[in-house]
């Protein structure tokens, strides 16, 4: 099996201290930062705008994988990509034309990435696969950390690795929502190459963070 590269979710960390955070995980071995935002209307809570992003830009090196749940989000992807995200991924539930959203984001020079919520069915990728860098499946409702894993997400994890193996593209698999080390390794074989993890990434305070993520790539 491959090892996953692991997107820690700044969700879980200490939001008093947070640029101290980001260092942190990066230290201790991210890949990515995976940076949630919510607008408290396309899902029920509120978190983080791009100042807060431009603020902790400068506490890592690695690429921010900024995850938007954000409804309508065309008109701040702008301020994302000039606040430093790499990556920007907006779900198609958040508006009726994300085929242009994608556009948008990849005019602005960023990778683009579609997340899908739960009940949302791979099916939905194909008239996008083409244009995407990653494909974010949610495997909880998207709005909170610390949410279980839903399984039937792994289905759909084997389902979109299929689609993405036929274009011949690099394009990344990604889940987001409840993964643990155990978790891991059931999307890793399922065909995912990135896994977030907010409270597996974050849990027992800086000195686990390495291990955390160790454990969450399969010991390795
Ligand atoms: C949920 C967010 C996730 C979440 C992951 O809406 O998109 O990134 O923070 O947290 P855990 O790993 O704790 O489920
Ligand atoms: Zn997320």
């Keep these: 099996a491959i090892t996953p590269l692991i997107s820690p979710s700044i969700l879980s960390a ?7 955070e980001v260092r942190a995980i990066d230290e201790a071995g991210a ?5 949630d935002v919510m607008d408290g209307h ?3 809570n509120l978190t983080i705008g791009p100042n807060v992003v431009k603020a902790i830009r400068r506490w890592s090196d690695k690429p ?10 065309d008109a701040y992807l702008e301020a994302f990509a000039e606040a430093g ?7 198609p539930e958040a508006g009726p034309h994300v085929h242009r959203t994608v556009q948008a984001i990849k005019g602005l020079g960023k990778k683009a990435g579609i997340s899908l919520n739960p009940a949302t069915p791979a099916k939905m990728l194909d008239y996008l696969i083409d244009e995407i860098d990653l494909v974010l499946v949610m495997s909880v409702n998207p709005g909170f950390g610390g949410q279980s894993f839903i399984s039937s997400q792994l289905r759909k994890i084997e389902a979109v690795r299929k689609m993405i193996d ?17 978790i891991a ?11 977030v993890a907010g409270s597996a990434a974050f849990k027992g305070g800086p000195d686990q963070y390495a291990p955390n993520i160790v454990a969450l790539k399969g010991g390795r």
């Design 185 to 195: 390794r059931q999307c890793v074989d399922a065909g995912a190459d990135v896994l």
């Design 42 to 44: 396309f899902v029920p």
């Design 14 to 20: 200490d939001f008093a201290r947070l640029g101290e």
């Design 64 to 73: 921010f994988d900024v995850h938007l749940m954000i409804s309508p989000v």
């Design 166 to 182: 036929k274009t011949g593209r690099a394009i990344h698999l990604e889940v987001d929502g409840g993964v643990n080390p155990e």
């Design 85 to 91: 995200a790499d990556i920007i991924t907006v779900h």
């Design 31 to 35: 890949d990515w930062i995976h940076v």
